[in-house]
C-alpha cells in the first residue's frame, strides 16, 4: 500500500510569513493527492486536491500546491499566512480507482498574531 | 443535507471489553472509511467498505472489524480493548467507487481505562 510522509511536525511562523509544508508519498503508480485541513474543534475538510492536468493547483484560503511526479512530492504553500490559518494540515494519498485513501502523520501549524 | 453522524460521541470502556462505534454517511453516499487519529501517528487506515463489502483494509489486527448494511450505514468494531486502542475515531464517506473527496464526521473518541 502506498505510504505518505510529512516531514514537518509542528511548525510555528508569524502572521505575513510564508509557508511550505512537505509531502511525500511513496506508490509507483498514478495517485491523486490532497490537502485537509483541521482547525480546532473542527471536522477534516478539503482544502485541496490534484487528479491531474497543471500541476499546480489553487485551493481554498489562498493555498496551493505543487505535484511534482519526479519528487513524488506534493508541497502545500502559502505566501502569506494569518491567524486563522492555524490548524493541523494532512496530505493523503490515493491510488487511482481505488478507495483506499492513506494520510500523511499531520504537521500542526501555530500562526502567531 | 446532513452531514456524517458519527455516535457515540465518547465512549469509556476499560481494557478487555468490546466497542461497536456508528457511522452514518452523507445522503447518497455508498463508501465509508474509517479511521483511527492519535496525536503523532495522523490518521491510520482501518478500512473502507463500498455497498455492503469491505474493499481495502490496513494494518490493524483482527480486533478490528466492520460492516455495511445495506443502507450504506457502517459499524465498527473493537474487540478485547487494549490502553493502546484509546483514539479519535473518525468515519468518512464518499458517494462512489472512485477517489474523490472524503467527507469526515466529527468522530468518536474512545478512552480505555
Known amino acids: 500500500a502506498q505510504s505518505v510522509s510529512q516531514h514537518n511536525h509542528h511548525v510555528i511562523l508569524s502572521e505575513a510569513a510564508s509557508l511550505e509544508l512537505g509531502c511525500n508519498y511513496s506508490y509507483g503508480g498514478t495517485v491523486n493527492l490532497f490537502w485537509y485541513v483541521q482547525y480546532p474543534g473542527q471536522h477534516l475538510q478539503l482544502l485541496l486536491k490534484y487528479f491531474s492536468g497543471d500541476p499546480l493547483v489553487k485551493g481554498i484560503k489562498g493555498f496551493e500546491a505543487e505535484f511534482i511526479k519526479s519528487k513524488f512530492s506534493f508541497n502545500l504553500r502559502k505566501p502569506s499566512v494569518q491567524w486563522s490559518d492555524t490548524a493541523e494540515y494532512f496530505c493523503?494519498?490515493?491510488?487511482?480507482?481505488?478507495?483506499?485513501?492513506?494520510f500523511g502523520a499531520g504537521t500542526r501549524l501555530t500562526v502567531k498574531p | 443535507k446532513a452531514g456524517v453522524t458519527q455516535t457515540p460521541r465518547y465512549l469509556i470502556k476499560t481494557r478487555g471489553q468490546q466497542v461497536t462505534l456508528s457511522c452514518s454517511p452523507i445522503s447518497g453516499h455508498r463508501s465509508v472509511s474509517w479511521y483511527q487519529q492519535t496525536p503523532g501517528q495522523g490518521l491510520q487506515f482501518l478500512f473502507e467498505y463500498f455497498s455492503e463489502t469491505q474493499r481495502n483494509k490496513g494494518n490493524f489486527p483482527g480486533r478490528f472489524s466492520g460492516r455495511q448494511f445495506s443502507n450504506s450505514r457502517s459499524e465498527m468494531n473493537v474487540s478485547t480493548l487494549e490502553l493502546g486502542d484509546s483514539a479519535l475515531y473518525l468515519c468518512?464517506?464518499?458517494?462512489?467507487?472512485?477517489?474523490?473527496?472524503?467527507?469526515f464526521g466529527s468522530g468518536t473518541q474512545l478512552s480505555v481505562l
Open positions: 493523503a494519498v490515493n491510488p487511482y480507482n481505488n478507495n483506499d485513501m492513506r
Open positions: 468518512a464517506s464518499r458517494m462512489g467507487p472512485t477517489n474523490e473527496k472524503l467527507f
